[in-house]
Each structure stands twice: as structure tokens, then as C-alpha cells.
RNA sequence: GGGCCGGUAGCUCAGUCCGGCAGAGCGUCUGGCUUUUAACCAGACGGUCGCGUGUUCAAAUCGCGCCCGGCCCGCCA
């Protein structure tokens, strides 16, 4: 008690938990990484409750949570779908679990970001709101900047809905906090107060993790609010307490750095209360396992290295409590570059679920978290086709590996939202064709083809059909979104480039007389006779089919010829063969 | 500068904990389905497991040293 040397630096505490390992040798194998996690989630209550520091009919409690500063992009969604995997792993063992999301919404806005995001997730640039009322609120809390798109209480708000939103949409039920609440409220009043009143020990802990820090100067772990301009303050000069109900501190609204510029302090001198301000980040985060009664937090790497380490330490050797298992994700990239709301390298997860269906995207989370991944949209179909495949294995329709068996008994039914029933009758469209059939607007049509192609079996149920032709809709718009080779459009206005050589010229006007005169067009009989039609003019029938795709799509390939031009109206089909418009 | 994570086929990824023939899907190529699109079936091609080294009968896997990318030691999934 006397000897504060003795303190544990950044190599402190042997029982320091490691973020990192997943599996450590004594852990039970296990296919899926939420499950040993659990296991340590569940060595952690045990130990608490031997210990009868813990409440017996308290849930176990896992966290996430990020600043509502801008758009949530989707790799947000790692810190709140990896903590779902281990929530819904301790729920199937039994326990209670709840699984809170902060919004850290009393953090300062350091810079703009040259992107938002009204509630409906449509992207809106900087230009296009008051970026002014924005720039004079810099160093604000989030919560106390007034909305941009007017539609909500404050910025942080706004995009704290969108949060919610984004939950919602991949069905995982938060509880949703607001840190800003959490001060108002008095919930940090307690432990602010306690690390104040300890502040040298604080200090001391801190300065091993930060230079800035000094063990014998005169930081203090408390920002307060400048009640003049509003802005998160840096510089307390003395703390008092024993005044008011709780204490006050001074302080003196002085720059504040914020990357490679300074945001401007006003000068003011005042007093400020335990509940007008906020904890620096170090000590806020342990002070959230505090409040909130943590076991569990998933973090990306960007905290493994500083706030981790520094976080566990201030836990145990300042606030006298023992931090959550931890567990760090990878970051991933989107079409290989870095989530960027500034370089507009974003995507929301409506955005995404557009594309795709809910349990591909759960899938995506449900793979090993430490592994850096490119979350690609111009090959989602590999993810698609990986899900699918991922699913056939669990129903026994593929044999896959011993380990995809493994993992896809294991994760299958996590995957599916909470209360879906596992129903082996599914259909999945493979996603590609389902792009292709995307070019009909009438559904009916695009039934008729994918049975046709025997993709929907005789006798399949009616929801099963239905979900299977849903995915027509999001495969559609990846094909347009990407413009890729299945955006398939019918050129119709005007006649594509092309050059063909006699023969060719020969067999295309033979075929246009036969649309011309037949009686009615089967879509058989017609792709029979494109094909007769070129071997009587001795085209290559491969050939023929191309310049096919040249006139309607002005592609090299295209879908099925014969049942397509059956559903064009005649005269054009007759029109543009002859090669006249 | 110190520390950490990642690097496996053209692409997306398993496999690394626990050493045992280098794997899957997609793509490409060839052939088949006496119809050729999306597919499906059969086969082929495809690798310095980032590099080197040590241990071992045996190394993608374990140790050590490097390289590249990213992250942390300010803020931030």
C-alpha cells in the first residue's frame, strides 16, 4: 500500500489476459471462436461467484459500443455481432445474458467528416447541410451539436438511431446506452469521484502508458464541459471534493489538440460538477465495466495495443475491479481499401442488406474475428456462393470437409435470426443466375425461368419460393450497382456497334422472317431454331449466339436467347435482327 | 524506435491451437449434356504456404531472424 513502485507497468499482472489467442492450450477445442469465448465468459462468473463477489441472479453482461461521430459503416457491425455470437452462446447454455451497446455520445467532435448520412441511410456530403453550425461546435460533445438533418434531439443522437437501425436490421437486440445519459444521470458519479479522489494513484498508472502523463505532475482524469462555449476542456486546476453535492472542479477552457490541428479554447475560467464533463477514454472505458457490470467486450486492434493494456490495469490497480474477457477483431477493408467516411469508403448495412440476405451478412461475422478480410462488393457472389454452400453442408446436401461439416453444424443455426426455424425446403437461387433473372420486371417470369432451369423443385412450398425469388431483387441491384457482366440491359433505343461477316448476315435475316411469320413464338421453338438457323448458314452456333448478344445487349454473353426474345415484343425483335433499328 | 496482428492457388477462403501426402469453392482451359445463356457433369491447369534459418523421421503448423501490409505507444469500429 506504501510502496507504489511496485505497481504493474504495461508488462504488469501475470493473470494479464491476452485479447489476442482464442485458443490457448488448455482450452477445450472447439469449431466456433464465440465458444470458447464463452467458456472463458463462464470461468470468469464462476470464479466471481466462488468468490461471492458476484450476485447470483444478476445476467451476465456484454458490451460493445462506438462514438456516434458519423455514418456506422459496416465495420461497426464486428462490435456488435461479435459480442451477439458470444450472447447467444451463454443464452443457449442457460444464462441470462444482456448484451449492452454504448454510444460513447459525450466524446468531443474532433473533425468534420466530409460525410453523413440522413435516417434513411441515403450518403450526404458535408456541403450539402450547415457545415458552418457544424465547424462552430468542434469540440463539442456529440450530444450537444444540434442535428444537421434537423430531425433529431443532436448529432450524436442521429446517428446513434442509425446505430440502432443497423442492430435491428441483422436482428440483434441491444440495449442501447447513451454515455451521455450515463454522466446526467449521476451513473458515473461515484466512480469519477473515486478516481478523483485517487488521482495520484491514476496518474501513476496512466504515465506508464502515456509520456504525456507524468506520475508526479498535475494531470487530472477529468474533462470538464466549458459552460461558456460548450467545448470538452482539458485543464482542471484544482479539485474540490467536498463542494456542492458531489464535488466541483476548476478548470480553464484552454486549446485542444485534435490530430494534425487545434481546436480553440474560449478562455473561460469556471467550476464544473462530477456530472458536467467526462472521464478520459482510458478511464472512461474501465468505468463503463464498472457501471455497467461488463464480462465480455469485443474490441478492433486499435484498442489492443493502448487502451486494452492501460484499460486492464486501470481496472484492477486503480478502480479495484477485474476487466471483461476481451477479444480483438481484425479490421477489414471494403473492396480492399479502409473504411473511410471521408475518402467516401462506406457502406451501411442497409446498404448492404440490400444486396444480400440477413444470414449471408450474419454469416460474414460468424468467421474466425481474427483474420483481416475484404468485405468485397464486386465479388460478392463468392460470399454468396460460400453461404450457400455453407448451408448445403449443414442440411447434408454437399459433404464438404470434416472441418466445414464441423463448422457449418456448429454455426448454421446461430446464423439464422433468434426465433427462425431451421427449414431444410429452402431454395437458394444460385446468386449470379439470380442477377440475370433480375432483367424481367415480371415476377411471374422470373419464376417460370428459374423453374425452367430447374432451380425451384416441382412441389416447393410457397414461402420457399417466394424467399428464393427475393433474392432476384438484391442480386439485381448488386448487378447494377457494380455493373458487371450480369447487368444485363436490353439495348432498345439503339442498335448496338457491330459487324458481321455474310454468312452471319444471311442467317439473321432468315430468323427474323421466322419471328415475322410464325403463328405464335415458343420460347423452345425459337432457341431451336437460332440454333438451326445457324447451322443451315454454316455460323459457328456459338457465334451466332454472340451476335445475338451484340444486337440485344451489345454484350459477349447473355442469357438464355430463345425464351428472352419470345417475351420482346415482335416487331422489335423482327426490327433489330434485320438489323433496321 | 519499441510492441502487436495479418500474409496459404488468378479471386474468396479453410487448414496453424494439437507437426503427418498442400485443400475447397469460384475463375481459366478441355470435353460432355445430339440446345450453346446463368448453370450442371467429367477432367485438366493452377502453389517458393511472404523470405531465410533452427528443431524434428517429418514443418503452412513449433523456435529464432528478416520482408511486406495494417495497428498501437495522441483520438477513433
Known amino acids: 500500500m506504501s510502496d507504489e513502485s511496485s505497481v504493474g507497468g504495461a508488462n504488469g499482472a501475470s493473470d494479464d489476459a491476452n485479447p489476442y489467442t482464442l485458443q490457448s492450450a488448455d482450452d477445450e477445442h472447439h469449431a466456433f471462436w464465440a465458444d470458447a469465448v464463452a467458456d472463458r465468459v463462464e470461468a470468469r462468473v464462476e470464479d466471481q461467484l ?58 468531443p467532435l474532433r473533425k468534420l467528416p466530409r460525410t453523413l448520412c440522413d435516417l434513411e441511410g441515403n450518403l450526404v456530403d458535408l456541403g450539402d447541410v450547415d457545415a458552418g453550425a457544424l465547424g462552430r461546435n468542434l469540440g463539442a460533445p456529440y450530444t450537444d451539436i444540434p442535428d444537421p438533418f434537423g430531425c433529431c434531439d443532436s448529432y450524436g443522437d442521429h446517428f446513434s438511431n442509425i446505430i440502432q437501425d443497423s442492430a435491428d436490421a441483422v436482428d440483434v437486440p441491444i440495449e442501447l446506452v447513451s454515455n451521455t445519459d450515463l454522466y446526467e444521470r449521476g451513473e458515473f458519479e461515484d466512480v469519477t469521484r473515486y478516481v478523483l479522489e485517487n488521482r495520484s494513484r491514476a496518474r501513476e498508472v496512466l504515465s506508464s502508458y502515456q509520456d504525456k502523463v507524468d506520475a508526479d505532475g498535475d494531470y487530472v482524469p477529468f474533462n470538464p464541459i466549458c459552460a461558456e462555449c460548450g467545448k470538452i476542456t482539458e485543464t482542471v486546476t484544482s479539485v474540490d471534493l467536498d463542494a456542492g453535492e458531489a464535488g466541483t472542479v476548476d478548470y480553464r477552457c484552454t486549446d485542444m489538440d485534435a490530430g494534425d490541428r487545434t481546436i480553440d479554447g474560449c478562455g473561460h475560467e469556471g467550476a464544473a460538477t462530477l456530472r458536467e464533463g467526462k472521464l478520459p477514454w482510458r478511464f472512461e472505458w474501465p468505468a463503463q465495466w464498472q457501471i455497467l457490470g461488463v464480462d465480455f467486450e469485443p474490441f478492433g486492434k486499435d484498442h489492443a495495443e493502448g487502451s486494452w493494456p492501460s484499460g486492464q490495469d486501470v481496472a484492477r490497480n486503480v478502480l479495484g475491479i477485474e476487466p471483461p474477457v476481451p477479444m480483438v477483431y481484425e479490421w477489414f477493408t471494403l473492396d480492399g481499401e479502409p473504411f473511410s467516411s471521408s475518402e467516401g469508403n462506406v457502406i451501411l448495412v442497409s446498404d448492404v442488406l440490400e444486396l444480400l440476405e440477413p444470414e449471408v451478412l450474419r454469416y460474414f461475422f460468424a468467421k474466425d474475428p ?125 442498335i448496338p456497334d457491330h459487324e458481321f461477316d455474310a454468312a452471319t448476315t444471311a442467317a439473321l435475316s432468315e430468323l427474323a422472317e421466322f419471328v415475322a411469320t410464325a403463328e405464335t413464338i415458343d420460347p423452345e421453338e425459337l432457341q431451336g431454331e437460332i440454333y438451326e438457323t445457324a447451322k443451315r448458314n454454316d455460323v459457328d452456333v456459338g457465334d451466332f449466339f454472340a451476335a445475338g448478344y451484340r444486337l440485344f445487349f451489345d454484350e459477349e454473353q447473355g442469357p438464355k436467347l430463345g425464351p428472352f426474345l419470345a417475351k420482346v415484343d415482335r416487331e422489335f425483335v423482327v426490327d433489330r435482327l434485320r438489323r433496321d433499328r
Open 370 to 494: 481474427s483474420r483481416a478480410r475484404d468485405f468485397s462488393i464486386e465479388r460478392l457472389d463468392q460470399l454468396v456462393d460460400e453461404f450457400d454452400r455453407f448451408e448445403a453442408i449443414y442440411f447434408g446436401e454437399l459433404e464438404g470437409t470434416e472441418d466445414e461439416r464441423e463448422f457449418a453444424e456448429r454455426v448454421y443455426p446461430l446464423v439464422l435470426e433468434e426465433d427462425a426455424e431451421v427449414r431444410e425446403e429452402r431454395i437458394r437461387l444460385p446468386y449470379t443466375f439470380a442477377a440475370v433473372l433480375g432483367m424481367f420486371d415480371d415476377p411471374a417470369l422470373r419464376e417460370e425461368v428459374a423453374r425452367k432451369e430447374g432451380h425451384i423443385p416441382e412441389n416447393a412450398p410457397e414461402w420457399a419460393v417466394d424467399a428464393a425469388l427475393a433474392r432476384v431483387e438484391r442480386a439485381r441491384n448488386w448487378a447494377r450497382r457494380t455493373g458487371n457482366e450480369f447487368d444485363y440491359e436490353l439495348k432498345r433505343s439503339e
Open 50 to 107: 466462488e468468490r461471492g463477489v458476484r450476485d447470483p441472479e444478476e445476467p451476465i453482461v456484454v458490451k460493445g459500443g462506438i462514438s456516434p461521430s458519423g455514418v456506422p459503416h459496416l465495420g461497426n457491425v464486428n462490435e456488435i455481432m461479435r459480442g451477439y455470437y458470444v450472447a447467444r452462446v451463454l443464452r443457449e447454455r442457460g444464462h441470462e445474458v444482456r448484451q449492452v451497446f454504448t454510444a460513447d455520445d459525450r466524446d
